[in-house]
């Protein structure tokens, strides 16, 4: 076990933190126009949060409320109960957890499932999608605006999401357009939410005030924080932190990334052991998403909840000693 603190500076010398090129499978010059539209307009769009006219604290609190509620559909959902399989739910509690993910605009489960599965084959490597070992901001977000052969044909999908679209509701996803019309739908109850009690508190332009003001702090402005916080798991935590293990890249366990992740920025932990269901190793490694799944655990709600591989290898040795006393 190594515990170095710093940028990675035991991973690679300063001068070689950006040696990747971009992965050959990138289509120089092909943009992929929906994502990149989409990510500048909602950018865009961001910004009128600034406006006094826009601004309410219930706009706010429900932009801090969405980010964890829908953020976690992210982080539980996508990445650990179908990514990695570190736990099972039903299938019910499943597909609710990823129509809230598909409120965060991150792709169908299929598609980042895929995704995400390939990073952890090629991590750090010239064919990973995503290292910030070829720039932090390639990294972060422009590895999604240009296309990939790589990642978006139906050979990496039948590799590393198969078991995901065998599921008829995702593989609808991934087939139709569902994932933008549950987007906007959401979009559009939270403006009628704040239409209606504006209106009922002071009338028609209140309720348009409050409408508009619910859809931008609560709908936009959290959408774009949520993209930058999982973002900053591909960029940030591959860059700077410190280690708990030798692993085969340069994945670090960053704590600003921990907090507001609520555990997923424990990434070295995590690449150490892809399958657990905690990425806790340490006492203070708080992992508040694996704290949600023991609560779903005890509730009858998460089976075949996996344990950290020490406490698994642990297990394993007590049940072999028992069978030779």
Request: glycine fraction near 6%; charged fraction near 15%.
């Amino acid at each position: 076990m190594q515990s170095s603190i710093g940028v990675g500076d035991d991973a690679l010398p300063a001068a070689d933190r950006h040696a990747l090129m971009v992965p050959d499978t990138v289509m120089r010059g092909q943009i992929v126009w929906p994502y990149a539209i989409t990510i500048g307009l909602m950018h865009v769009f961001a910004l009128t949060a600034v406006l006094p006219w826009v601004f309410s604290w219930t706009g706010v609190i429900a932009m801090i409320v969405g980010v964890h509620v829908f953020g976690q559909s992210i982080n539980l959902c996508y990445h650990r109960l179908l990514t990695h399989h570190s736990a099972k739910v039903p299938k019910w509690l499943e597909h609710t957890f990823v129509v809230m993910a598909l409120c965060c605009l991150q792709d169908a489960p299929g598609k980042w499932v895929a995704t995400h599965r390939f990073h952890h084959n090629h991590s750090d490597e010239q064919d990973d999608p995503h290292t910030p070992m070829v720039k932090f901001l390639w990294a972060h977000m422009g590895w999604l605006m240009v296309r990939n052969r790589a990642t978006s044909s139906l050979d990496m999908y039948r590799k590393y999401a198969r078991d995901v679209l065998e599921d008829p509701f995702y593989l609808a996803l991934e087939k139709r357009p569902i994932w933008a019309w549950i987007y906007l739908a959401h979009a559009v109850l939270y403006f009628l939410v704040g239409l209606a009690i504006g209106w009922w508190q002071g009338g028609a332009m209140a309720g348009v005030q409050f409408g508009t003001s619910l859809l931008v702090w609560g709908v936009i402005v959290r959408t774009i924080a949520v993209w930058h916080i999982t973002w900053s798991v591909n960029s940030l935590t591959h860059l700077f932190g410190y280690s708990n293990y030798a692993t085969d890249d340069h994945s670090r366990n960053n704590w600003l990334v921990a907090i507001l992740t609520v555990g997923e920025g424990w990434h070295n932990n995590h690449h150490h052991d892809p399958a657990s269901a905690s990425n806790q190793h340490r006492w203070w490694e708080i992992d508040v998403t694996y704290m949600q799944i023991r609560v779903l655990e005890m509730l009858g709600l998460a089976t075949n909840v996996i344990r950290p591989r020490h406490l698994r290898h642990a297990e394993r040795d007590a049940k072999a000693a028992a069978k030779t006393s």
